[in-house]
């Protein structure tokens, strides 16, 4: 019997069906868009994305491998802030609050003034900031009476899918909740000295629960109408981080992922819990890990596909153009012509809110260093310097920090060029393995899945399906080329933070 993975992210959902022995069946993929409401606000249209995520269930069991093989467990993998306010009768109240949303700033001064950072920090191992949910539900309370006093529950994007299920007794797994400002890391519950201090009902929220856990079965009616044709079964899953770390293998101490996607994300593998001062001022999380007794700590930069992306829509027709006369990706196309030498230029990637370890959420991209002589080549390259040295600020912070990284995990689109990686691994000076999986997070749930029905044991599951496609080693010529420039870089974004 087939088990589905489901990977719902910030641009759409892809599900993917596959056999206990992890041949892809079937993998459907569909896109929505953020909204913004007012400026600051950023949300999930929540009837567009739940009727988009339910077609791409729908799309995988139409298909004909699936038939023959059918689904009979499922997890997911989901963004990580995000909550949905449902009523008593389990409809929605309000559009889902995404986690770069911003209207809640004052509400986090005012969370300061009950309960320091570093309090909540030793509490959450979350270094509180304007991402936290905690703070966005005081806000619905302070400016949606009517809304929170008809709240029954706030679900997060995991459990809301249980609940759009039919699962009565919705789960929250630890991963997730360690996302929230309110989460007890070190006894795994609700926090209720926290929520208590804002008058918060701990009953608000699902139960939380390990990862890897059989809750339920998909409600018969809501089965048939999502074309699951035998009794599916419904496991815990986690946040995408986490599970794009088991997805590569990152299950042991200073093994980490890195996710080069829409944002980049360094999620690092730790047997222990790091909570000190510098992981909190660098707001670096500590938090729960999809696998038993492991967590992981993340470092993030928010833009950094999306960069990539702008300048190819901005700049790089003619090179699509030619990209596809050659039948070759863009990214080898423009990488063709690149040496392993500094640009001469400096771009700070924060095209949108920034990730560790400033947490802006209005930062200013900037680009030092043009000239007449500039080409757009150089702007390019400059922005794969850019990105690389802000994941290597966050790498030596982490260090510092006490967090060990022995190795990088690749996947995402940016781990396609073999420039970029090379590159990286030089200015790093650690390994990078890229990794032969295409959808890790899709991957790391069927894993959890089949975990949670005992089809197969986690070990079990990577030895079998998690595989290395190259190697990309530290060259210590490239990377004495680029000391200087890293050295000059990790000093701009106080030299323009005060200009805006």
Same mark, same amino acid.
């Given at each position: 019997?087939?088990? #589905?993975?489901?990977?719902?992210?910030?641009?759409?959902?892809?599900?993917?069906?596959?056999?206990?022995?992890?041949?892809?069946?079937?993998?459907?993929?569909?896109?929505?868009?953020?909204?913004?409401?007012?400026?600051?606000?950023?949300?999930?249209?929540?009837?567009?994305?739940?009727?988009?995520?339910?077609?791409?269930?729908? $799309?995988?069991?139409?298909?004909?491998?699936?038939?023959?093989?059918?689904?009979?467990?499922?997890?997911?993998?989901?963004?990580?802030?995000?909550?949905?306010?449902?009523?008593?009768?389990?409809?929605?109240?309000?559009?889902?609050?995404?986690?770069?949303?911003?209207?809640?700033?004052?509400?986090?001064?005012?969370?300061?003034?009950?309960?320091?950072?570093?309090?909540?920090?030793?509490?959450?191992?979350?270094?509180?900031?304007?991402?936290?949910? /905690?703070?966005?539900?005081?806000?619905?309370?302070?400016?949606?009476?009517?809304?929170?006093?008809? *709240?029954?529950?706030?679900?997060?994007?995991?459990?809301? /899918?249980?609940?759009?299920?039919?699962?009565?007794?919705?789960?929250?797994?630890?991963?997730?909740?360690?996302? *929230?400002?309110?989460?007890?890391?070190?006894?795994?519950?609700?926090?209720?000295?926290?929520?208590?201090?804002?008058?918060?009902?701990?009953?608000?929220?699902?139960?939380?629960?390990?990862?890897?856990?059989?809750?339920?079965?998909?409600?018969?009616?809501?089965?048939?109408? /999502?074309?699951?044709?035998?009794?599916?079964?419904?496991?815990?899953?986690?946040?995408?981080?986490?599970?794009?770390?088991? %997805?590569?293998?990152?299950?042991?101490?200073?093994?980490?992922?890195?996710?080069?996607?829409?944002?980049? !994300?360094?999620?690092?593998? $730790?047997?222990?819990?790091?909570?000190?001062?510098?992981?909190?001022?660098?707001?670096?999380?500590?938090?729960?890990?999809?696998?038993?007794?492991?967590?992981?700590?993340?470092?993030?930069?928010?833009?950094?596909?999306?960069?990539?992306?702008?300048?190819?829509?901005?700049?790089?027709?003619?090179?699509?153009?030619?990209?596809?006369?050659?039948?070759?990706?863009?990214?080898?196309?423009?990488?063709? %012509?690149?040496?392993?030498?500094?640009?001469?230029?400096?771009?700070?990637? +924060?095209?949108?809110?920034?990730?560790?370890?400033?947490?802006?959420?209005?930062?200013?991209?900037?680009?030092?260093?043009?000239? #007449?002589?500039?080409?757009?080549?150089?702007?390019?390259?400059?922005?794969?310097?850019?990105?690389?040295?802000? &994941?290597?600020?966050?790498?030596? #912070?982490?260090?510092?920090?006490?967090?060990?990284?022995?190795?990088?995990?690749?996947?995402?689109? %940016?781990?396609?060029?073999?420039?970029?990686?090379? #590159?990286?691994?030089?200015?790093?000076?650690?390994?990078?393995?890229?990794?032969?999986?295409?959808?890790?997070?899709?991957?790391?749930? $069927? $894993?959890?899945?089949?975990?949670?029905?005992?089809?197969?044991? &986690?070990?079990?599951?990577?030895?079998?399906?998690?595989?290395?496609?190259?190697?990309?080693?530290?060259?210590?010529?490239?990377? !004495?080329? +680029?000391?200087?420039?890293?050295?000059?870089?990790?000093?701009? +974004?106080?030299?323009?933070?005060?200009?805006?």
């Amino acid at each position: 019997m087939s088990i #589905l993975g489901i990977d719902i992210g910030t641009t759409g959902t892809k599900a993917i069906a596959f056999s206990e022995e992890g041949k892809i069946l079937k993998s459907s993929y569909l896109e929505y868009k953020l909204i913004s409401p007012k400026p600051g606000w950023v949300e999930f249209d929540v009837n567009l994305m739940w009727e988009k995520i339910f077609n791409v269930i729908r $799309m995988v069991n139409s298909d004909d491998l699936v038939k023959k093989d059918p689904v009979t467990s499922l997890s997911v993998s989901t963004v990580g802030e995000s909550f949905t306010p449902i009523d008593k009768k389990g409809n929605t109240l309000y559009n889902t609050i995404y986690s770069t949303d911003a209207r809640s700033i004052k509400e986090l001064e005012y969370i300061f003034t009950k309960i320091s950072p570093s309090d909540l920090y030793n509490t959450n191992g979350y270094p509180p900031g304007f991402i936290s949910p /905690l703070n966005k539900i005081l806000w619905v309370k302070n400016n949606m009476p009517d809304i929170y006093s008809k *709240t029954k529950k706030f679900l997060f994007t995991e459990d809301l /899918l249980f609940h759009k299920l039919g699962i009565v007794d919705t789960k929250i797994d630890y991963s997730l909740c360690s996302r *929230t400002l309110f989460f007890d890391i070190k006894n795994k519950k609700w926090s209720s000295k926290i929520l208590n201090e804002f008058d918060i009902d701990e009953n608000l929220f699902s139960k939380p629960s390990p990862s890897g856990i059989e809750i339920g079965y998909v409600n018969k009616d809501i089965a048939e109408n /999502l074309g699951f044709t035998r009794e599916a079964a419904v496991v815990t899953g986690g946040h995408d981080q986490p599970c794009a770390a088991l %997805g590569v293998g990152a299950i042991k101490d200073g093994i980490a992922a890195d996710g080069m996607g829409t944002v980049e !994300c360094i999620t690092t593998a $730790m047997d222990k819990l790091v909570i000190n001062d510098n992981m909190l001022n660098n707001n670096f999380s500590t938090q729960v890990h999809v696998v038993d007794d492991m967590y992981v700590t993340l470092a993030y930069n928010l833009s950094s596909g999306s960069v990539i992306k702008w300048y190819i829509d901005v700049f790089a027709d003619e090179e699509k153009k030619k990209a596809k006369e050659e039948g070759i990706n863009i990214f080898e196309h423009i990488f063709s %012509g690149f040496t392993f030498k500094p640009s001469g230029l400096y771009i700070l990637p +924060y095209f949108s809110a920034s990730g560790t370890p400033y947490l802006d959420p209005k930062p200013r991209g900037t680009i030092i260093g043009l000239s #007449l002589a500039t080409k757009k080549e150089d702007i390019f390259k400059a922005l794969v310097e850019g990105l690389i040295f802000e &994941i290597a600020f966050n790498i030596e #912070l982490a260090e510092n920090s006490g967090v060990n990284i022995k190795e990088l995990r690749a996947v995402g689109g %940016g781990a396609s060029s073999d420039y970029w990686l090379k #590159l990286k691994s030089s200015i790093l000076n650690k390994p990078i393995k890229r990794m032969d999986i295409t959808e890790a997070g899709c991957l790391a749930t $069927m $894993m959890l899945a089949g975990k949670g029905t005992g089809k197969f044991s &986690i070990e079990e599951a990577i030895s079998s399906f998690i595989k290395v496609d190259r190697e990309f080693h530290p060259d210590k010529k490239i990377r !004495c080329r +680029y000391l200087e420039s890293f050295r000059r870089y990790k000093k701009i +974004y106080y030299l323009v933070k005060n200009i805006y």
